[in-house]
């Protein structure tokens, strides 16, 4: 379906040198993803900046021609609409309209990344996830490398249930998955299970 939209997008610039070369790069085009445990190009963070930026700019036709414009960036956050508020409702009604405790998840009509609060005025704070994740990354990579360098049978490190000989619960890539949710959410969206791929990265994340 991406493939189509690109395609079907590229169809409607006028010819010319532009719509040569992404022509030519359609050719090329995978779905994009999130490796977390890569070693990000030289002055990049593990937190990729495509997923930080409000507004990107994107190149559109314009008659014979095409002009640049500023959009909000699809990667950056998912707007409700409209907010599924009884399917999201985490903290029971009292019946007259309000409720007893604030429920962020019925606040929220975007997804947010480690909100600076729990009311309808949580901001995204991506700079403190990036900080989070270059702080942990060696470790992200090193479990992961260990894992898929060690073990010979998947099912010991494709869930967090597998026990060692010690009795221990085993090193998983579901732990590194897990804990990249909770890094990234920090009590937004990708922190809860059943609201987390609502946010654009969850699909860079997983795919």
Request: glycine fraction near 6%.
């Amino acid at each position: 379906m991406i493939y189509q939209n690109a395609r079907d997008v590229i169809s409607e610039f006028p010819g010319g040198e532009f719509k040569a070369r992404m022509s030519d790069a359609l050719h090329s085009f995978r779905l994009p993803y999130w490796d977390a445990a890569a070693i990000p190009p030289i002055g990049e963070g593990s937190y990729p900046w495509c997923v930080q930026r409000e507004t990107i700019e994107v190149e559109l036709p314009s008659g014979d021609s095409t002009c640049r414009v500023l959009i909000l960036n699809p990667l950056y956050s998912y707007t409700f609409h409209p907010l599924p508020v009884e399917a999201f409702r985490s903290v029971p009604s009292t019946g007259d309209g309000s409720v007893a405790v604030v429920d962020r998840w019925i606040e929220w009509n975007r997804t947010v990344r480690f909100p600076t609060t729990k009311d309808a005025k949580a901001e995204s704070q991506d700079r403190r996830v990036a900080f989070h994740l270059d702080w942990n990354s060696e470790n992200i990579r090193q479990r992961t490398y260990s894992m898929l360098a060690m073990q010979k049978d998947f099912y010991n490190i494709s869930n967090n249930l597998v026990r060692n000989s010690r009795g221990e619960v085993a090193d998983s890539l579901e732990s590194v998955h897990d804990t990249l949710h909770n890094t990234v959410g920090d009590g937004g969206h990708m922190w809860q299970t059943q609201y987390s791929s609502f946010d654009p990265i969850f699909w860079l994340l997983h795919a």
